[in-house]
């Protein structure tokens, strides 16, 4: 019996680091629980899927995803002007502060303050990822068959 590899139907348990190009990491679980999620699940960015595909337990590698493959390029329609009065005027505005705003269903969705002035805030709903190569460190712990009931 040969060793089963990621892909469709399959479930993986693993360890990650998301790694920028300066080396700075933005997300790991090397120092913690690891992650198990089924292929296809929505869990994982189709593009950081796709790259560990044939890997099996035991299996190491750290792969470059560009921005198309993770979190997008940056789109300058995202970025959007709001009026300063819709703001609590508590807030004490500055360049980064990050928002939770509604969207359309209600859900909470976080903004980035890009500048701001008198009269408008300049809100930035880009993920803070996209535009940005992303170094996927990635240590495969198990991966088995998903089993249907």
Do not use: C, W, Y
């Not at 090397?30 to 950081?48: H, Q, S």
């Not at 595909?53 to 299996?59: D, R």
């Not at 300063?84 to 303050?113: C, H, K, T, Y």
């Amino acid at each position: 019996m040969s060793e089963i590899t990621i892909g469709p139907g399959t479930r993986v348990t693993l360890h990650f680091a998301l790694k920028l190009d300066n080396g700075d990491v933005v997300d790991s679980t090397f120092e913690g629980k690891p992650a198990t999620f089924e292929v296809g699940d929505g869990n994982l960015l189709d593009g950081f899927e796709r790259a560990i595909f044939g890997m099996g337990s035991g299996s190491k590698a750290t792969v470059l995803i560009k921005p198309e493959d993770g979190f997008g390029q940056r789109n300058p329609e995202n970025i959007q002007e709001i009026p300063r009065s819709e703001f609590d005027p508590s807030i004490e505005m500055a360049e980064g502060l990050m928002l939770a705003f509604a969207d359309a269903q209600n859900s909470e969705m976080p903004g980035v303050v890009a500048h701001f002035d008198e009269q408008t805030v300049a809100v930035d709903f880009n993920h803070p990822l996209s535009g940005r190569d992303i170094h996927f460190q990635v240590e495969i712990l198990d991966v088995v068959p998903v089993t249907t009931h």
